[in-house]
T-cell receptor, first 113, second 110 residues
Framework: DAGVTQSPTHLIKTRGQHVTLRCSPISGHKSVSWYQQVLGQGPQFIFQYYEKEERGRGNFPDRFSARQFPNYSSELNVNALLLGDSALYLC????????????FGPGTRLTVT | RKEVEQDPGPFNVPEGATVAFNCTYSNSASQSFFWYRQDCRKEPKLLMSVYSSGNEDGRFTAQLNRASQYISLLIRDSKLSDSATYLCVVNKDNFNKFYFGSGTKLNVKP
């Protein structure tokens, strides 16, 4: 079975632009979480979605938003990009019955110039 | 104050050594605890959950001290393949929020 997939793999944007990152969970997984990982740091929790509803939100500004679709795939949107938004954005999915076991995708490397 | 604090290391140990990592968490309402492993330029992967009574999985032993808000991971008989960054993870709000530490880097040398 395919693991968690994310697209694009790499992305370069300019300050002030908008970006959309995409994630497809493992088949059967209904929960999707988004994380930001800056080099040398652990992943920082941004959002969790379950059954298309936001279930958790981390300490990120309103420029960050997300949604989950009926097929459980998800998008992370970031508006008005700042240089500090440059990071690896990770998506993780989990089964409803095992929410603590998160499977991560390879991430999208975002560079803001 | 960060939710989860870890010693960044690196810990440089020879093969066969025993090494221990520690982690502290700030919120006493934290509910569940985990160790994840992240290889260089790879995504994190669940290593093991941490139970109140302590638990073991092969060469790995995890301990939790709720009173001190402290979690540990012990690796016995280190292998070269254990070289990675070990992330301490704390969960709140019924698995709706996960907080990762910055990670502790382990280098196992031949």
């Amino acid at each position: 079975d395919a693991g968690v997939t994310q697209s694009p793999t790499h992305l370069i944007k300019t300050r002030g632009q908008h970006v959309t990152l995409r994630c497809s969970p493992i088949s059967g997984h209904k929960s999707v979480s988004w994380y930001q990982q800056v080099l040398g740091q652990g992943p920082q929790f941004i959002f969790q979605y379950y059954e298309k509803e936001e279930r958790g939100r981390g300490n990120f500004p309103d420029r960050f938003s997300a949604r989950q679709f009926p097929n459980y795939s998800s998008e992370l949107n970031v508006n008005a990009l700042l240089l500090g938004d440059s990071a690896l954005y990770l998506c993780a999915s989990s089964l409803a019955g095992r929410p603590y076991e998160q499977y991560f995708g390879p991430g999208t490397r975002l560079t803001v110039t | 104050r960060k939710e989860v604090e870890q010693d960044p290391g690196p810990f440089n140990v020879p093969e066969g050594a025993t090494v221990a990592f520690n982690c502290t968490y700030s919120n006493s309402a934290s509910q569940s605890f985990f160790w994840y492993r992240q290889d260089c330029r790879k995504e994190p992967k669940l290593l093991m959950s941490v139970y109140s009574s302590g638990n073991e999985d092969g060469r790995f032993t995890a301990q939790l001290n709720r009173a001190s808000q402290y979690i540990s991971l012990l690796i016995r008989d280190s292998k070269l393949s254990d070289s990675a960054t070990y992330l301490c993870v704390v969960n709140k709000d019924n698995f709706n929020k996960f907080y990762f530490g910055s990670g502790t880097k382990l280098n196992v040398k031949p």
